[in-house]
């Protein structure tokens, strides 16, 4: 800084001025450095961190995902994910939402037991339950889906890539890719851990083409994925009809507890079937009658079933979607 030469001193007001904005420079430069050090500690804090997970029974571990949109910040960590752990390896089921949270599921894994993974299992299509696939490639497990999910994520690819990086930034959807299944399931299949089977069912078209259900034997946990929705409104991607049908079959299967694709898990089986079989019911039958009176799919869905709208959560989000799917299945019934 030059002084005015016409000056031997600066007046008070000027220096005080001159030292306010040495120290607003020196202050901003710290907070530069400070963020620039604190940013990438924060960055892997969140990539690095262990899925808290929740021991259901003994070597039954889960992961209550939240009832929201994917976002960057929740790193699509919406779905019930999780992993049984036997004498031999580990069996993950359901894998998450993005390669970031499939990360952080596989050092929960680490965290509990040094044992590998030697299987993972897709419980369906959707996103949320199957993009944290690739955070297990390493460990070369079989990932083990329905007979249709390869059929299914094919036919899908784009879409879903599409969204994965609308929904949560392309950083994220770079390393978040599909993986298909190399071992799949048509009717039953056992999948044995060491000292612990798992029982896998594949199912006729219901919350989606491709739904398969796991029972841990040994507790009698039972993993219903997308086929039981607590809390969370169920979304049809299937058939409403085909679902209802396979609810009746699921509840004449004996189970300790229930581990539901979304929302909190429950003993009361299968009681807890309860309230997604009353929506359900509420979607078809008022879908029926507005199909008898004639009405459109857009009056269909501002009336069919509203008495449940308070009932779940994401309501306004995929009833209407709900009502269209089921209005175009009901459609061409005799």
Not at 103 to 113: D, H, N, P
Not at 243 to 267: D, F, K, N
């Amino acid at each position: 800084m030059q002084c005015n030469r016409n000056k031997k001193y600066m007046d008070t007001a000027s220096v005080v001025k001159v030292v306010r904005a040495a120290r607003m420079r020196a202050a901003l430069a710290l907070a530069a450095c400070v963020v620039a050090a604190v940013l990438p500690a924060m960055a892997a804090t969140v990539v690095e961190a262990t899925l808290p997970v929740d021991e259901l029974a003994p070597g039954v571990f889960l992961h209550v995902g939240v009832h929201a949109a994917a976002t960057p910040e929740n790193h699509g960590a919406i779905a019930n994910v999780g992993f049984i752990v036997g004498t031999r390896c580990v069996a993950v089921i359901d894998s998450g939402g993005s390669f970031e949270e499939g990360s952080a599921l596989r050092r929960a894994i680490a965290a509990r037991t040094p044992l590998p993974v030697c299987y993972v299992i897709n419980t369906h299509v959707h996103p949320d339950h199957v993009y944290g696939n690739a955070a297990f490639a390493s460990d070369k497990p079989h990932f083990v889906g329905h007979r249709n999910l390869a059929a299914s994520m094919r036919a899908r690819q784009a879409y879903y890539a599409a969204f994965v990086e609308r929904s949560l930034g392309a950083a994220q959807a770079a390393q978040s890719v599909l993986i298909a299944p190399d071992t799949t399931v048509a009717a039953t299949q056992t999948l044995d851990l060491g000292g612990r089977e798992l029982r896998l069912q594949a199912w006729p078209t219901s919350h989606t083409d491709n739904d398969i259900t796991v029972m841990d034997i040994k507790t009698g946990t039972f993993w219903l994925g997308d086929l039981l929705f607590r809390e969370r409104i169920p979304v049809i991607d299937g058939k409403v009809t085909g679902w209802l049908a396979t609810m009746e079959s699921l509840a004449m299967i004996p189970a300790a507890r229930a581990v539901p694709g979304h929302g909190a898990p429950g003993t009361d089986w299968p009681g807890v079937l309860q309230p997604q079989r009353r929506y359900l019911m509420a979607v078809r039958d008022g879908v029926r009658q507005a199909l008898k009176a004639h009405r459109t799919i857009g009056q269909a869905t501002t009336t069919v079933a509203a008495s449940e709208r308070d009932k779940w959560l994401l309501f306004n989000d995929f009833h209407a979607q709900n009502v269209t799917a089921a209005f175009t299945e009901l459609e061409w019934e005799d």
